[in-house]
């Protein structure tokens, strides 16, 4: 069964589209999906119908400027203005919706990338509500975000937020290619597999190669801020369990050395983290063909052990 729902953002200004996934069998949990920057929800189908098959209903929406939600709204890379807690506080309006019509399941996050970003500044706010989290390509240190923080808010104080210059998205993501053979789609850096990233660089929902807005790629440093480092998870409960998963190759995760920042920021503070690195894959290690179906595994395994 399959629930399409509507709710109004955060941002007091768009309506974001959501879907809810409801295996035929007694369900056993919730994992709520958060899909990260510039692609949607969708891209997560085989992911999502492994989650069903095992018995948990899925709910996942596209954030504000992104997929169906920017396509509705004619919002393609404007987060709005009312801060980079906007997706997270989104995040949470659907677990509200999700609740009333399923209550008393254990709840599970799980996001990937900028998901995975969200996903900790919900732990955060929200943690004693959740049953486990798991992270996926997640970073540490984000390279060069507090630099362009700073510029980027300054571009916005002048008043030119709601304008789009791609060379600010270029200083914060430009330089993923970097240990790729190749960057003729600019993409290689999510998936070594040249099907899934001609899927990408193609698919009509996806706005990574549209323009952002200055103010939410300044929102977007302010995200990373705002979940770095052991003050980020001293406001996560203690008993909230954690699966921290990513690439030895992906860039977001610093190759590996930013899964570990993540997860000894949590073992510091006292948190069970489990984590597990995929040697020789990049960012996306949910789309490779060969590991899929165990890193789905994996995710409902750690699930499963919680319930």
């Not at 069998?25 to 920057?37: M, S």
């Not at 949590?266 to 899929?292: F, M, S």
Request: hydrophobic share 35%; charged share 20%; aromatic share 12%.
């Amino acid at each position: 069964m399959l629930h399409e729902v509507q709710f109004p953002s955060y941002n007091e200004r768009d309506t974001v589209c959501g879907w809810i996934y409801v295996p035929a069998a007694k369900p056993k949990g919730i994992v709520q999906l958060i899909h990260g920057y510039g692609e949607h929800s969708r891209r997560y189908l085989h992911m999502i119908s492994a989650f069903v098959d095992a018995g948990y209903i899925v709910a996942a929406d596209d954030h504000v400027g992104h997929g169906k939600t920017a396509m509705m709204n004619n919002t393609w890379g404007d987060w709005g203005d009312k801060g980079c807690h906007t997706m997270m506080e989104d995040e949470h309006a659907l677990t509200g919706i999700v609740r009333e019509k399923y209550p008393e399941l254990p709840y599970f996050l799980f996001g990937h990338s900028m998901g995975s970003f969200i996903a900790r500044d919900y732990a955060a706010k929200y943690g004693a509500e959740l049953t486990g989290v798991t992270i996926c390509g997640t970073a540490g240190v984000f390279r060069g975000a507090g630099e362009a923080e700073e510029e980027l808010k300054a571009v916005v104080d002048s008043g030119h937020g709601d304008e789009a210059d791609p060379s600010y998205a270029g200083k914060l993501l430009g330089w993923m290619c970097e240990r790729c053979e190749s960057s003729a789609l600019g993409n290689e850096w999510i998936c070594s597999d040249p099907y899934v990233q001609k899927d990408h660089a193609e698919d009509p929902f996806d706005a990574f190669t549209k323009p952002t807005l200055n103010r939410s790629l300044y929102y977007f440093t302010q995200m990373m801020r705002v979940i770095t480092g052991k003050e980020w998870a001293e406001k996560v409960p203690a008993s909230l369990p954690f699966y921290n998963i990513g690439g030895d190759q992906d860039p977001v995760g610093n190759y590996g050395q930013g899964l570990y920042e993540v997860s000894n920021w949590l073992h510091d503070t006292g948190h069970q983290v489990q984590t597990k690195v995929y040697p020789g894959y990049r960012h996306e290690i949910h789309n490779y063909a060969d590991i899929r179906c165990d890193v789905e595994q994996g995710i409902i395994d750690f699930m499963d052990s919680l319930i």
